[in-house]
């Protein structure tokens, strides 16, 4: 068993600062990418930024720029900081790690419960 804990959400002005992080649990032999993905209300879920196990990220166009995704591979951990908010990056805020449980099994993605993101105008 998996499991991915998000904290660091919540509600910040506009041109404020957010830091998510994540933390992978459990069965764990290896994690490939984890990143975050986001949704906001009555719109599609939609891939914030990714980060592979040897640093290479990659960004939503929306967010180049403001935010930064790192990670800590020695705790299992993938941070986001978010910079220079806006009101259209409030939504619900999902981790998610590729994670292999053992040599014997591919990876599966796992996510987490997700943490909300309100940005006030």
């Known amino acids: 068993q998996v499991q991915l804990v998000e904290s660091g959400g919540g509600l910040v002005q506009a041109g404020g600062s957010l830091r998510l992080s994540c933390v992978a649990s459990?069965?764990?032999?290896?994690?490939?990418?984890m990143g975050w993905y986001r949704q906001a209300p009555g719109k599609q879920r939609e891939l914030v930024a990714a980060i592979t196990s040897s640093g290479s990220t990659n960004y939503a166009d929306s967010v180049k720029g403001r935010f930064t995704i790192s990670r800590a591979n020695a705790k299992n951990t993938v941070y986001l900081q978010m910079n220079s908010l806006k009101p259209e990056d409030t939504a619900v805020y999902y981790c998610y790690a590729r994670i292999r449980a053992s040599t014997v099994v591919a990876a599966t993605d796992y996510w987490g419960q997700g943490t909300q993101v309100t940005v006030s105008s």
């Open positions: 459990g069965s764990i032999f290896s994690i490939n990418s």
